[in-house]
């Protein structure tokens, strides 16, 4: 197998060798190259001897001196080939559930390894064989965040569709024993693996500790766009309790052994329960922030002690009036950092708007699947101020467009005020109701 080289960056060790673009890059030190993993792990040593085949055919073997990560390779994807496709048909699955008419690439089911180590991605180990866990074994790429859902083999085949979906479970302590970091999540379906298979579960992935760091139990997301799929219901209040009462009864057990939480339930589930979220120590380091889990707390904290720093008798040296446009779930936060300021800052008045989304549904109250369209449609209704805030999270990794394809622009151009994406960190969130530029 071989990588293809798109281009090469000026006066780097490949440009000083006059490798060129439209060449392949087939090994280093004598190490097939199949895609990034093989590559960043052995391209971080001093001497590299790279054999290259160039456009008309033909090999030739270079050496680059002075590398340690840095050739100056450039190739036509991150993943230099394509990315890897979902395997598995899961009766949850929230693709299946989008609405038509969106961006191509909404729909594509992504299950690649690969992104589990570049981006934090959650994997199913379904696409992995014995071959695929010996790498990651060899090359020590740890942590490894995996979907697991269900520690039970036949309800994981149930749930995910795949004949695969059980016996991959054994990976998962292959992966233990070899000293891999595990993060695991648990997509929770009332009535298949919550209640006592929850439990389960927990137990089990409790066994492989210290490699399983943490495990995250998160509410199956149900938009209005299931027709002809699995019937499954929205967790209810009391369902909720369940979740949080289980896991808070199994860290209860595991504290005594090991004097820390591994389990966690997203703040979903707290807020449907109507109980106050745990504090920030709770959730020690935040494994499974990208998860919903602890998000609240911890913005809640970061912007409590942020408003500590201001001065007594804190005045804005001219008037200032901000919007700020927030899903249903973080709306009551949302009120609390409003009301607090404006009892603090002198000079500012705040309106905070809860965006309802209908795009998919009002089951789907998080803020990073709010669209543009809906906090137009929202906006339009009110007074705007001088500055509209909203989550940067509602935007793709670029940061330019909502999930409905309008851009920050443009919707800057429909209400005629300034819009500006903040970060889920409460010290930019104050600086930015304040106007103040982040330092």
Known sequence: MSVKISSVKPHSPASRHFIKAGSKLISVNGHEIRDVLDYQFYIDEDVLDLVIKKPNGKKRNVRLKHCYGETGLEFETYLMDKQRPCANNCI?????????????????KDDDARLSFLFGNYITLTNLGDKDIDRIIEMHISPVNISVHTMNPDLRVKMMGNNRAGKVLGYLKRLADAGIKLNTQLVLCPGYNDGDELTYSLEELGKLYPAVQSIAAVPVGLTCHRDGLTNLNPFTKEQSLDVIFRIDSYNSSFLCYNNMNIAFAADEFYLNAGLPLPDVERYGEFPQLENGVGMWSLLKKEFDDAVKEL??????????????????????????????????????RINVVKIENKLFGDTITVAGLLCGNDILGALQKEELFDEVLIPAVSLRREGDLFLDDMSIEELNEKLKVKVTPVESDGYILLQRILGEEEE
């Open 311 to 348: 001065p007594e008798s804190y005045s804005l040296a001219s008037e200032r009036k901000v919007t700020i446009a927030t899903g249903v779930a973080a709306y009551e936060l949302m009120k609390y950092i409003a009301d607090t300021v404006q009892s603090k800052v002198k000079n500012i």
């Open 92 to 108: 949850f699955c929230f693709i299946d559930q989008m609405p038509k008419g969106m961006r191509e690439s909404l729909y594509f």
